[in-house]
């Protein structure tokens, strides 16, 4: 009698250990299945728990409250979307919900680019979707909500790579780029824009003239020189992009029909600073529109490599168009 209850005291730690080995290490029976479960905001680890069961990613959830008393991961249960292949142990299912290892999705946003197609990459990327996009880059509330005085988010969204939870709102997504364009609009240029008497809508504005037309790093600060010059002395900048703005792709010719069209940011039509940007622009242009260079010119024309003839006088600038036209006409 006393062998058999020292045979049973022996064996029930080793049974309980091959209990938990079991329950820990042994895969379920998904097979090969990628599995993903949301873990809503405000979820307690128990109700996490319960998720994960509820898809056989772990059986014993009592054992798995006891894991995660111990390690501390009851209290900091991460929300969002998690991805896990069927032949996970529990274990290792554990150890991502515990690293709050979520599915993220990765986008670059471009120097240049216009809200019509950020809208176009996030919604392509499912992480947010165009009408909800389109909404909320000129809703009133949203723009005062982020201390945003310009008719929309354009300009503001920063031109960077990116990656965003899945299940993210889209109001967190945008924001998250507002503040990016402003962790990097550092405090040393926020006191140059006020020693201007610029505010940051006038400076993105700019900046986003300058990106559209701009070919070389070297050239940004020469174009900024050009439209400021111009504001100083009250000439219109008739800056081509802004004739196009919200009529037609930036991909499609440029017409002298474009250039006459009264629109709000046509500023060949307008004098000053259009309302508000034309395109994101990169932290280049922003420092080109703060920091101009000590140039006297008032003009600038194309050449067929992007770059640019500059020029002081409007007789100079003639005779730098007719050396484009030339060099297109001996081309052709």
Request: avoid cysteine; hydrophobic fraction near 40%; proline fraction near 5%.
């Amino acid at each position: 009698m006393k062998n058999s209850i020292k045979f049973i005291s022996a064996a029930i730690p080793i049974l309980f250990a091959a209990y938990v080995g079991i329950q820990l290490f042994v895969p379920g029976p998904t097979g090969n299945k990628q599995i993903e479960v949301e873990i809503p905001e405000g979820s307690t680890f128990k109700q996490a728990l319960g998720i994960l069961e509820d898809n056989n990613l772990i059986r014993d959830r009592n054992l798995f409250l006891i894991v995660g008393k111990v390690s501390g991961l009851d209290r900091r249960i991460r929300a969002g979307y998690y991805s896990f292949l069927g032949t996970m142990s529990p274990w290792e299912v554990f150890t991502q919900l515990r690293d709050g290892r979520i599915v993220y999705y990765e986008i670059t946003i471009v120097e240049g680019e216009s809200l019509l197609e950020i809208g176009s990459r996030l919604s392509s990327r499912k992480i947010v979707t165009r009408n909800a996009f389109d909404r909320l880059v000129k809703d009133k509330d949203f723009l005062t909500s982020l201390d945003i005085k310009a008719p929309s988010l354009e300009g503001y969204l920063f031109p960077q790579t990116y990656k965003f939870p899945k299940g993210a709102s889209p109001e967190s997504v945008l924001k998250i780029m507002v503040q990016e364009m402003r962790r990097e609009f550092t405090d040393q240029m926020q006191t140059r824009m006020r020693e201007m008497g610029w505010t940051e809508n006038d400076v993105l504005t700019l900046a986003s003239i300058i990106e559209r037309e701009a070919a070389t790093d070297e050239e940004r600060p020469v174009i900024s020189a050009v439209y400021h010059n111009r504001i100083n002395r009250g000439m219109p900048l008739q800056a081509d992009p802004t004739a196009i703005y919200g009529v037609k792709s930036y991909k499609d010719k440029i017409t002298k029909d474009d250039l006459r069209k009264e629109t709000a940011f046509n500023t060949y039509v307008i004098k000053g600073l259009p309302p508000g940007p034309i395109a994101s622009p990169g932290i280049k242009s922003i420092t080109a529109a703060l920091y101009p260079a000590d140039v006297p010119y008032l003009y600038f024309v194309a050449k067929k490599d992007g770059t640019h003839y500059f020029s002081k006088t409007f007789s100079e600038h003639a005779s730098a168009i007719r050396r484009v036209k030339e060099a297109h006409a001996d081309e052709s």
